[in-house]
């Protein structure tokens, strides 16, 4: 029987930010600005460029703003409509979802990133399914999720999403074992958070974007809570793996981490510069400051 097809995308929106504060006081950090739009909409505008069909939000408290952003603004679109500014209207038409694309379920309490994805459970079905973090901004000429879904299409099991940092860096991060490392796509035996100085098994940190199966929820449900004291995705994770086969991908493309003050700031630069339209102008007003 062939497998089935990652359609849905669980995306877990209910934290607080709290690297970014104040600015996250009372904007979610998932709608902060980069450049000409909102972290958000460079997560959602990857999936969908992946194929996916249906987005999970898991929304906390304080979170609202997020389903009015992909909501109609009648106001707004009536103004824009009545000014001419056809460009701009078609921009934020073009965001809105189509009927049933996407759903939102509430994390009542905020007992870490296992529990917000055990949140989705009845949504997400008897499927496999992808996470997306929505504070990590990908920036991949293949879009980094689809890049996930094709390797997903031909290993199967579970994928999770990894990139190479500096071996001084790695105490930092989790880490990936692996079976063998040849090319991009190889065999995981293991996943170590944040490993002491010189004792990491590679290179390769966990990012931002996992292709998982549904077992993973009868894993989360009784999952006691580990470290922060919260039920850790990973902790579910190591015990899938005495079942089922991970994959670790090393994906072509460059992560912003938007959650950290630093990361927001190097992806406004560095997707600025990259802009089409806006890419010039930006280059001149940064050039003052390296003169």
């Not at 929505?134 to 999770?160: C, F, R, S, T, Y």
Request: some cysteine; aromatic content about 6%.
């Amino acid at each position: 029987m062939s497998q089935k097809r990652v359609r849905k995308a669980v995306v877990p929106v209910a934290g607080l930010g709290t690297r970014v504060l104040p600015g996250t006081k009372v904007v979610p950090k998932e709608l902060l600005n980069v450049v000409d739009r909102p972290i958000l909409s460079y997560v959602v505008a990857e999936a969908r460029a992946a194929g996916i069909e249906h987005f999970i939000f898991v929304t906390g408290r304080a979170k609202g703003a997020i389903e009015d952003y992909f909501d109609h603004q009648i106001e707004l679109e009536a103004q824009l409509a009545a000014k001419n500014k056809i460009a701009i209207l078609n921009e934020l038409l073009a965001e809105l979802p189509k009927p049933g694309e996407m759903s939102f379920v509430r994390q009542m309490q905020p007992l870490g990133l296992g529990h917000a994805v055990w949140c989705a459970r009845d949504i997400v079905g008897d499927e496999p399914f992808a996470v997306i973090l929505p504070d990590m901004v990908m920036d991949a000429e293949v879009p980094a999720l689809k890049q996930a879904i094709d390797a997903h299409d031909q290993v199967g099991g579970n994928i999770i999403v990894v990139e190479a940092v500096p071996h001084d860096q790695t105490h930092q991060y989790g880490v990936v074992a692996l079976e063998n490392q040849n090319g991009r796509l190889n065999k995981m035996t293991g996943m170590v958070e944040k490993p002491s100085k010189g004792a990491a098994p590679s290179n390769l940190i966990v990012s931002g974007r996992y292709i998982l199966q549904p077992e993973i929820f009868a894993l989360l449900a009784d999952q006691e809570k580990g470290a922060g004291n919260e039920i850790q995705l990973t902790d579910s994770m190591f015990r899938l793996m005495e079942s089922q086969d991970f994959h670790a991908l090393e994906y072509d493309g460059v992560t912003y981490d938007c959650g950290d003050k630093i990361g927001l700031l190097r992806a406004n630069v560095a997707l600025a510069l990259k802009n089409p339209e806006l890419g010039a102008a930006a280059r001149e007003a940064l050039l003052p400051f390296f003169q």
